[in-house]
């Protein structure tokens, strides 16, 4: 239980176009989901915090109109990268809290590999 | 503030050997403790957590950490070594309810085990 999808795996998009990455948890209800920058060999950075039908919490010195995230529902959260750059190209992870569950428990997705050329 | 610190970036040990990463946290109050292992190119896997009770918690795959709160240590240890343990480990804290129960990670130690 508790499986997170993340979709696509990997994405190259051309500089100034827009990509969109989904994360769904399969078999369980998230009321919060969290969105990770990773670059290499680095440790993982929170973007933003998405709670259920509200607006994201965005963490200092990310740009909310840069990566718009979107939780539509208590199973799927995006992460729209605006006008893409090659400084955007990351690993970006997901992870999701469980409805009704101890507020820390986090389960994460396996990642979308972004590059942007 | 809440931090963790990993001092290694790497730490190396043969197949069979005992291997230890070290976790340091820094919060204002009780905390809670996770590592989370990381293969290559893919998410994160909860390896075990640390809320109350024991101070030596056991987790997946063998692995097992002590949480101490003198020395604000969370060590993760395993007996012997496997080389398909050979990954990105990541030791994680929240202070609850405070930041939004935010995981604070530290910034990882890749271990690499020889055969």
């Known amino acids: 239980g508790a499986v997170v999808s993340q979709h696509p795996s990997r994405v190259i998009c051309k500089s100034g176009t827009s990509v969109k990455i989904e994360c769904r948890s399969l078999?369980?209800?998230?009321?919060?989901m969290f969105w990770y920058r990773q670059f290499p060999k680095q440790s993982l950075m929170l973007m933003a915090t998405?709670?259920?039908?509200?607006?994201?919490?965005?963490e200092q010195g990310v740009e909310k109109d840069k990566f718009l995230i979107n939780h539509a529902s208590l199973t799927l959260s995006t992460l729209t990268v605006t006008s893409a750059h090659p400084e955007d190209s990351s690993f970006y992870i997901c992870s999701a809290r469980i409805r009704d569950r101890d507020s820390y428990e986090q389960y994460f997705g396996p990642g979308t590999r972004l590059t942007v050329t | 503030a809440q931090s963790v610190a990993q001092p290694e970036d790497q730490v190396n040990v043969a197949e069979g050997n005992p291997l230890t990463v070290k976790c340091t946290y820094s919060v204002s109050g009780n905390p809670y403790l996770f590592w989370y292992v990381q293969y290559p190119n893919r998410g994160l896997q909860f390896l075990l957590k640390y809320i109350t009770g024991d101070n030596l918690v056991k987790g997946s795959y063998g692995f097992e950490a002590e949480f101490n709160k003198s020395q604000t240590s969370f060590h993760l240890k395993k007996p012997s070594a496997l080389v398909s343990d050979s990954a990105l480990y990541f030791c994680a804290v929240i202070l609850i309810k405070a930041a939004g129960n935010k995981l604070t990670f530290g910034g990882g130690t890749r271990v690499l085990v020889k055969p």
């Open positions: 998405s709670n259920e039908g509200s607006k994201a919490t965005y």
């Open positions: 078999d369980f209800q998230a009321t919060t």
